[in-house]
Structure formats: C-alpha cells, structure tokens
C-alpha cells in the first residue's frame, strides 16, 4: 500500500500525518510507504514548520528532515491512496486526475474516522501551538483507522 497525504503547502499538516503514518507502520509491521505533497509552491525544499516539528518530537516522531514537495500527476501513478486535508485539497487533486481511475484514490483523510462526512482538518499555519497539538490528535485518530485497515486487509 503506498499512501500519499497532501495539505496545501506541504510545511504543517501532511508532514505530520506522514510522520504519524510512519510510525504506525512501523508499530504495527505494515509493508507499506506514505509520502506528503503540497500544492503550493511558497514551501517547496523547505522544512516542516517549526511547530508541526516541535509537536510531532514531543510525541517522539522525527519529521526535521522531511522537505516540503509539490503534487505532481505522476502521484496518481505511484501512490494507491491519496488522502487530502480540506476542500481545496480535494479540488486541487480532483483537477489534476485524468480519469476515474485517479479519481478513485482520492478521499478525505477524516472520512477514515467519519465515513462520507468530508470534514476537514484545520489548517493551524496562523494558530498557536495549541492548534498544532489539535491537528496531531486528529491525524493520529485518522492514521490509526488507515492503519487498522491496512492491517486487516492485509490479512485477507
């Protein structure tokens, strides 16, 4: 299972769902890969914001290192699953898919914990740390129900 999490600029959310990821995959041995985009190209090369960072180290995941990358079309070719944040997300991802195949592999990653709710995951770039704190918690409830399933179906 290859997994791609796209926020808009690729410094604050999807890094640390892709962190978050990581670490359940390794948690729980899962033969899978999970990478982040943007769409936005102000971020490109750069590191995670300084708070995503700071609170993915306090619950002991590493994204220092991660770089900011922007969406490319050959993401519908690579990745199996591309989960997106918001809306806009969703609208920039579903413009760029070529057919319903590439359509198919796009979802909100809060409809993993809300199944055809579409709600969003707040994006906390103007908020304090406490913003950043609220998003960990929720990609770490989204990540746990992707990786369960994963898991499962791994099984079968």
Do not use: W
């Amino acid at each position: 299972m290859k997994i791609l999490l796209v926020c808009l600029g690729n410094i604050c959310r999807s890094p640390l769902a892709e962190g978050i990821m990581q670490k359940k995959i390794k948690l729980y041995g899962i033969d899978a890969e999970v990478d982040s985009a943007g769409f936005e190209p102000f971020h490109t090369g750069e590191s995670p914001d300084e708070r995503a960072v700071k609170v993915a180290r306090i619950n002991n995941i590493d994204i220092s290192g991660y770089r900011a990358r922007m969406f490319q079309l050959a993401d519908f070719d690579r990745f199996d699953r591309i989960y997106v944040m918001d809306d806009n997300n969703y609208s920039d991802v579903m413009r760029k898919a070529r057919n319903e195949s590439d359509r198919q592999k796009v979802d909100f990653i809060l409809n993993e914990l809300y199944p055809g709710s579409n709600d969003v995951v707040p994006d906390p770039y103007y908020g304090h740390l406490s913003d950043f704190e609220e998003v960990f918690d929720i990609l770490n409830q989204a990540t746990e129900c992707i990786a369960m399933k994963i898991k499962t179906e791994s099984r079968k």
